[in-house]
Nanobody
């Protein structure tokens, strides 16, 4: 089992930046992949970005070139650097982890982008 706790959300104007952090309760080295999802009001949760334990990354088309996912295995942390934010990036952002046995979710952190 692993607990995930997100932080770093907030309110920014369009064009601004935020850096989300996800703290894991144990080593993430054995977790196959860590990712970020988001859920806008009235919409389904959608995948945003992923990083594998080999360091490979991938992004949803809507954030490609603006968001960067990274991890620090020594600190058991995963980050999402979000630049050039748009109002449509507004939502609750969730950290996600998948290993051989389970899928883990954090409680989410709110991101609000105003125009």
């Amino acid at each position: 089992q692993v607990q995930l706790v997100e932080s770093g959300g907030g309110s920014v104007q369009a064009g601004g930046s935020l850096r989300l952090s996800c703290a894991a309760s144990r080593s993430i080295f054995s977790i196959n992949a860590m990712g970020w999802y988001r859920q806008a009001p009235g919409k389904q949760r959608e995948w945003v970005a992923i990083i594998t334990n080999y360091g490979s990354t991938n992004y949803a088309d809507s954030v490609k070139g603006r968001f960067t996912i990274s991890e620090d295995n020594a600190k058991n942390m995963v980050y999402l650097q979000m630049n050039s934010l748009k109002p449509e990036d507004t939502g609750v952002y969730y950290c996600n982890g998948v290993d051989m046995y389970n899928e883990y979710w954090g409680q989410g952190t709110q991101v609000t982008v105003s125009s």
